[in-house]
Each structure stands twice: as structure tokens, then as C-alpha cells.
């Protein structure tokens, strides 16, 4: 019975790699004419595939692609038919996204179609459950985000990485007339700083020889690989190349018990620490949840390897492109640049690094800004439970996939008027009467759901504006940050797990005067 088993599964899994095969080889010749040849109107749809042949052709610009479809219709929400009958609704309006993230927020789950695809990396972690298993890593992991703990954090963490190694090498840099890949850069602050906070453990990433970490290498491995899975026809596929290690599957594999066993190897030190002295203080949050009680070690390191992937790849994607635009903006920068001496002015001997940083307001409105265009996740998907109707009338059935679409809601003229391709941190503020200085104006978690929103909305958001803004004052207060991409060439903005500038951000870096 196994033997047969193995027959069928390797019939169907050449079947399907020989299907595939052939559309790819011969797409123009045999579709060319078929699609609509304006990006703006819905993909066409056949019969078994779906829509799935106008997607893979697509899929490297899926952000860009998928936004002006929906931007492009009237209720700002279409249906994409995926192979065998599957449907994915993809919707950039704010009555909808309010809808799935807070009005029926039971209907609207991770479910098992989505979590299967990280399971074994981000396991039972609180990115990739619902419920019960949720609500507990939220509650422990909201005492990290207190005022106390955020003063902590920037003050000892991330100002020591900014001004023992991110400046430096900077420094280095504008000294030597070095290009530097930025991104790169920013990831490895990011990834010094998470680690720190959820392992209470310094990789060292960002040093002088920016080692290759293994961590950090598998970590990167991991969430690229993973993304495969979500361009496959079917589940079936990546499934099938997991049951036989082959493919990416097979590197995937390897990356996932790299970055397992080293999380594996910290939480033993640390429960062993925590066992050592029952008055050491819980700094981190892994010392929270071991001191929580919960003795399943796979179910703690789960949790640990989620809260990485939030800290390391959304805020160095924010800062990544904030960087880009503000030297194409040089207005903006000298707000900017105003605001950090006139800070600078204002602290006094009772101050501190945390004061300095956390009322920065127009730094603050041209970071939202940044992420408006940019956003650090571009998609997220949730499950349907059960059949609901959205508030655009648009019918979904159980098990479909809902995507809200924070870089088309961004990009929609609907949204933020026909000047919506401008950056402009003025959209963010008014002045005051009196006084004339800026007033930060918010919008609506619904209409800007960069930060997810709802009962979901992100814990570390105010921890993720701190970092980056003492990012901001440390780099800008010193330094010119010059793009040194080719000249009438844009970044590709491209999404992963999270998104990233293809290719790398290279720049130049300059003193300032």
C-alpha cells in the first residue's frame, strides 16, 4: 500500500511538474492575446488553473500588479480564481478591512489553509495561531511593550548598536568613500536589536567585517524559501516536494532546523540561567514566557522565532525606504534635521535619549508617510470561517482566502487624493494657532492598517517608532545618506515575507557640514 502510494504521488508530482513546464515554455505562444492587456482589469479566468496563469506571469510584481486591479474597481475589492475553484478576495476598502479585522473578527482566522504554509518554521508562534494560544503569548508579551521596558530598550539596546556600531561603520564609510548595501545594514541593526530583546542575546551581526551569521543567514534562507510556497498552483506541490526533499523544499528544510536548533541551544542556556538564580530579572521576553511556566520547549521557541521575524524585517524594511525618499526629498530633511537639533536644544540634564525621540513630530508623520508608499508588509491574508457578506456587498464562503491590501490602499487616489504618488509628511500635520508648531494628525487604523488593526494591531508599533526614529536623529544628524543607484533607475519595491528594495539599497555616505 505504501509502495502504491509512492507510485501515485510520483505520477502526480511529474504530471504537475510537466504541466507547469509546459505553460512556462510556451506562455507567449500560447496565451499571448488571451489576457486583457491592461493591468487594471481583472485577469482572466479558465477553467481548472484559474487565474493562476496571469499570476505566475505576474508574480514578481505581485504588490504592484494586484494594486491596480483593485484600486482599478468600483468597490475597490476583486475576486482572484485561483486553480481548482479556490478564490482569494482581495480588498484595499477601509469598511471592509475594519470589517474582517474588528467587526467579525471570529469569521476572519489565520486557519489551517494559512498556517500550514509556516508550520514548521513558525510552528504554534503567535503570528501563525488563533484563539487561545493567541490571546496568551499576547498578554505576556504586552509587559515588554511597557513605558518602562521601552525607555530600556532604546536607551541601553538600541543606542548602543546606533552609536557602538551603526555609526561607525557609517563613519568608516564617508572616510573610506565606501558604497554600502543599506538594507544590509539595516537588517543587521534590526536583527542585534530583536534578538536582544527576545533572546536577551547579541548576535554580533553588525560588526566592522559584517560576519555571516549563521543565524541570521538561515533566518534570511527561511523567509525567502518559505514564500515559494505561496506561488505554487496548490498546496499539493510544495507539499509533495516537502514529502520527497526535493527542490526548494530541500533547502528550506535545512534552513528551518539551522534556525530551530539555534533557538533550541538559547532557550536551554537561558532556562538553565533562570534555574541558576530564581531572582534573575525577566529582561527578555523569553525569560517571560519560561518564567510563565510553560515547559513545552518547542512551543517556546515557536513563540521567539515569531517576535524575531516581527522586529528584524519590518522595521529595517520601513527605515530602507524612509532613507531613499528623504534623499530624494530634501525639503523633508531639513524639517527633519530642524527638529533633531532643536531636541538636542531642548534636553536637559533630567532627559534622556527616550524624551529626545519619542515627541519627534515630523519625523514621526514622514516615517507614516514612508510606510504609506512602502509599507512593510504590502499583503495579509486570513481565513474565512464561515459564509458572511463584506460591507461592499461582496459575498465570501467558507474556507476562501481574504487579502487586505495595505500598498493599494496606500496608492489609492480614493484614499489620499490625486496627489497620493507625492511624499509629503504635511499630509501628516497641521499647525498649531498659537504656538506654530506641528500637530501630528492620524489617520483611522482601518483607512492605514500598516500596523494590522483590531483586536491583532500590532503591540510593538510604538516600540518600532522609537527605534526608528532614534535611527533617524543618529544617522541624519550626522550624515547624508546618498542613493548611488544608476540615474533614471527606480528601487523595485518586491515582497517576501515582508517586503524589501530588490537588489539591495546602495549608497554613499556623506558628513555633514
Not at 467579525?104 to 504554509?117: E, P
Request: include cysteine; proline fraction near 4%; charge should be neutral.
Amino acid at each position: 500500500m505504501l509502495a502504491d502510494l509512492h507510485l501515485s504521488t510520483s505520477l502526480l508530482y511529474c504530471l504537475v511538474t510537466l504541466m507547469t513546464l509546459y505553460v512556462v515554455i510556451n506562455f507567449n505562444s500560447i496565451f499571448k492575446g488571451l489576457f486583457p492587456s491592461k493591468e487594471s482589469k481583472l485577469p482572466r479566468s479558465f477553467p481548472i488553473v484559474g487565474s493562476y496563469l496571469s499570476l505566475i506571469k505576474n508574480i514578481h510584481q505581485f504588490s504592484d500588479w494586484s494594486a491596480k486591479i483593485v484600486n482599478s474597481q468600483p468597490s475597490s475589492t476583486f475576486i482572484l480564481h485561483r486553480a481548482l475553484g479556490h478564490r482569494m478576495v482581495i480588498t484595499s476598502n477601509p469598511a471592509n478591512v475594519q470589517h474582517i479585522l474588528k467587526t467579525n473578527f471570529h469569521v476572519y482566522q489565520k486557519g489551517t489553509s494559512i498556517t500550514a504554509l509556516a508550520h514548521d518554521f513558525l510552528g504554534r508562534g503567535i503570528f501563525n495561531v488563533d484563539g487561545d494560544a493567541w490571546k496568551f503569548q499576547r498578554q505576556i508579551a504586552s509587559h515588554e511593550f511597557n513605558t518602562k521596558s521601552l525607555r530600556k530598550f532604546v536607551e541601553t539596546v538600541v543606542d548602543t548598536e546606533l552609536s557602538h556600531r551603526l555609526l561607525p561603520i557609517m563613519d568608516n564609510a564617508a572616510a573610506h568613500e565606501v558604497v554600502l548595501d543599506f538594507q544590509d545594514i539595516l537588517f543587521r541593526f534590526a536583527f542585534d536589536n530583536i534578538c536582544n530583546i527576545a533572546f536577551g542575546y547579541d548576535p554580533q551581526y553588525l560588526l566592522p567585517s559584517l560576519p555571516e551569521a549563521k543565524f541570521a543567514v538561515a533566518f534570511e534562507n527561511t523567509t525567502t524559501l518559505i514564500t515559494k510556497r505561496f506561488r505554487q498552483i496548490s498546496p499539493l506541490v510544495w507539499k509533495i516536494k516537502k514529502f520527497f526533499n526535493t527542490g526548494f523544499e530541500k533547502d528550506l528544510k535545512k534552513s528551518i532546523e539551522e534556525v530551530r536548533e539555534f533557538a533550541r541551544k538559547v532557550t536551554r542556556e537561558k532556562k538553565a540561567e533562570l534555574q541558576e538564580n530564581s531572582e534573575l530579572q525577566t529582561s527578555d521576553l523569553l525569560s517571560r514566557f519560561l518564567s510563565s511556566g510553560h515547559s513545552d520547549e518547542a512551543f517556546v521557541i515557536d513563540i521567539v522565532i515569531s517576535f524575531i521575524l516581527a522586529g528584524r524585517d519590518t522595521t529595517s524594511a520601513a527605515l530602507t525606504w524612509f532613507f531613499y525618499l528623504i534623499a530624494n526629498h530634501p525639503n523633508a530633511d531639513s524639517e527633519i534635521l530642524a527638529e533633531i537639533n532643536e531636541k538636542k536644544l531642548e534636553k536637559n540634564s533630567e532627559s534622556s535619549v527616550y524624551n529626545e525621540v519619542k515627541d519627534m513630530i515630523y519625523t514621526h508623520a514622514a516615517l507614516c508617510e514612508s510606510m504609506r508608499l512602502y509599507p512593510p508588509v504590502p499583503t495579509d491574508g486570513k481565513q474565512v470561517m464561515q459564509n458572511d457578506v463584506l460591507p461592499d456587498g461582496t459575498h465570501v464562503y467558507k474556507n476562501d482566502r481574504v487579502i487586505y491590501h495595505p500598498y493599494a490602499m496606500g496608492r489609492s487616489e480614493k484614499l489620499w487624493g490625486s496627489d497620493w504618488p507625492e511624499f509629503r509628511p504635511e499630509r501628516w500635520l497641521e499647525r498649531d494657532s498659537v504656538t506654530g508648531k506641528w500637530c501630528f494628525i492620524g489617520r483611522d487604523q482601518y483607512t492605514y492598517p500598516v500596523f494590522q488593526a483590531g483586536p491583532r494591531v500590532c503591540i510593538g508599533k510604538e516600540m518600532a517608532f522609537l527605534q526608528m526614529k532614534r535611527v533617524v536623529a543618529g544617522v541624519l544628524s550626522a550624515f547624508k545618506v546618498i542613493p548611488a543607484i544608476e540615474k533614471g533607475k527606480e528601487p523595485v519595491y518586491t515582497a517576501y515575507v515582508t517586503a524589501k528594495m530588490d537588489g539591495g539599497f546602495p549608497v554613499r555616505i556623506q558628513q555633514r557640514a
